[in-house]
Every structure is written in structure tokens, then in C-alpha cells.
């Protein structure tokens, strides 16, 4: 069955660091890729996305992932962090003939002043 | 008003009751959903409707009944909920049922007593 794992329930970071958020997906052939952010009291907003060509997507707010396929992984980066990137953050994989997006329970990105 | 909105921001709600959720979109898609997200666990899609047709019930129980009455307008109907259904509800949608970008609302916080 499609998965989509969030290893870190919640990561604490300094502002002004570096950050790696973990997401690794089942799914047998090549999928879409998304990264969503959630701040408290928000819907979802899309941060990035990836369906095909250069594996290192840009998105807003200056994140970054890259997709890995070997690992079955897509980890959102930033090189440093602001006390603004204090949110949820959600990977969502695009599967199957319909497209349908299966989700992550969420990483919780706390910042440190 | 500019892409999704939901109505009631917060909702409190006995088992007997009835009421229902509102979504509007007015970014001109063609599909939209209704997602269940409850605290620590993935988004749970519950129904997907592509011009104003329901194409996936993902088993939902028929406590929760949805309607669309045209593209732009999306309805979660409620009735003797239990207190396991309290949870945040989203709506969401996008240009066609593909691998699109998913613009959400703010969300419905459902409290059943």
C-alpha cells in the first residue's frame, strides 16, 4: 500500500540554522511530490512541488527539497531558518490513476530564539 | 473575497444536532474536497468532487453527508455526530482532480460534546 513517513513528530531548531525535514514514501513507481505548510489556525499553503526533470526544486520562502530516488525520499531544506517558519509541515505524495494525495502526519517545526 | 473560504470558523455541537459546513472557492477550479485533519494523524480525505460530481467516497460514515451544489460551492452536511468526529475540518480545492496544486481553507474546528 502507498505510504507516505514523517519520521520527526516535531524538530526544535536555533533561528538562523539549517534545517532538514524527513519524508520518505512507498509507492512503486515515480509519484508527484508535494511539500505544504500550515501555520496555526491556517489551511495548508504548497511550499513546493515535484513531478519530473532537475530532482532539486525550488520553492517559496526560500525551501528547497530534493528528490531521491534510490531512497524514496524528497526532504524539504532551508538554510536558515526564521522565527516565521514556526509551523506544521506536511509531505503529500500524488499516487495512483487518479492523482489522489496521500498525506504525512506532519513534522512541527519549532524555532529557538 | 479571494481563494477558499469556510463557514463556521468554529462549530460546537451536540450528538443530536444537525448543522452543516460551508466552503466556497472562488479561484474558478474544478474539483474540491473535504479533508478530516485530527491531531497527530494524517489528512483523511473524506469525499472529491470534480464539476459538481462525487467521484470518491473513501468510506465515510453516512453521518457526514456532502453536497455540491455547483464548482464553487461545497457543503458538509452533519448529523448525530459522535465525539470522535471533533476535529479540524478542511476544505480544498483545485483546477482539475490531477496532480495540482491544492489551495485550502482555514478550516472548520468541530467540537462534538
Known amino acids: 500500500a502507498q505510504s507516505v513517513t514523517q519520521p520527526d513528530i516535531h524538530i526544535t531548531v536555533s533561528e538562523g540554522a539549517s534545517l532538514e525535514l524527513r519524508c520518505n514514501y512507498s509507492y512503486g513507481a515515480t509519484p508527484y511530490l508535494f511539500w505544504y505548510v500550515q501555520s496555526p489556525g491556517q489551511g495548508l499553503q504548497l511550499l513546493l512541488k515535484?513531478?519530473?526533470?532537475d530532482t532539486l526544486v525550488q520553492g517559496i520562502k526560500g525551501f528547497e527539497a530534493e528528490f531521491k530516488r534510490s531512497q524514496s525520499s524528497f526532504n524539504l531544506r532551508k538554510p536558515s531558518v526564521h522565527w516565521s517558519d514556526a509551523a506544521e509541515y506536511f509531505c503529500a505524495v500524488g499516487a495512483g490513476s487518479n492523482y489522489q494525495l496521500i498525506w504525512g502526519a506532519g513534522t512541527k517545526l519549532i524555532i529557538k530564539p | 473575497e479571494t481563494g477558499v473560504t469556510q463557514t463556521p470558523r468554529h462549530l460546537v455541537m451536540g450528538m443530536t444536532n444537525k448543522k452543516s459546513l460551508k466552503c466556497e472557492q472562488h479561484?474558478?477550479?474544478?474539483?474540491m474536497y473535504w479533508y478530516k485533519q485530527s491531531a497527530k494523524k494524517p489528512l483523511e480525505l473524506m469525499f472529491v468532487y470534480s464539476l459538481e460530481e462525487r467521484v470518491e467516497n473513501n468510506s465515510v460514515p453516512s453521518r457526514f453527508s456532502p453536497e455540491c451544489p455547483n464548482s464553487s460551492h461545497l457543503f458538509l452536511h452533519l448529523h448525530t455526530l459522535q465525539p470522535e468526529d471533533s476535529a479540524l475540518y478542511l476544505c480544498?480545492?483545485?483546477?482539475?482532480?490531477?496532480?495540482?496544486?491544492?489551495?485550502f481553507g482555514p478550516g472548520t474546528r468541530l467540537t462534538v460534546l
Open positions: 515535484y513531478f519530473s526533470g
Open positions: 480544498a480545492s483545485s483546477q482539475d482532480r490531477g496532480a495540482n496544486e491544492q489551495f
Open positions: 479561484l474558478g477550479h474544478n474539483a
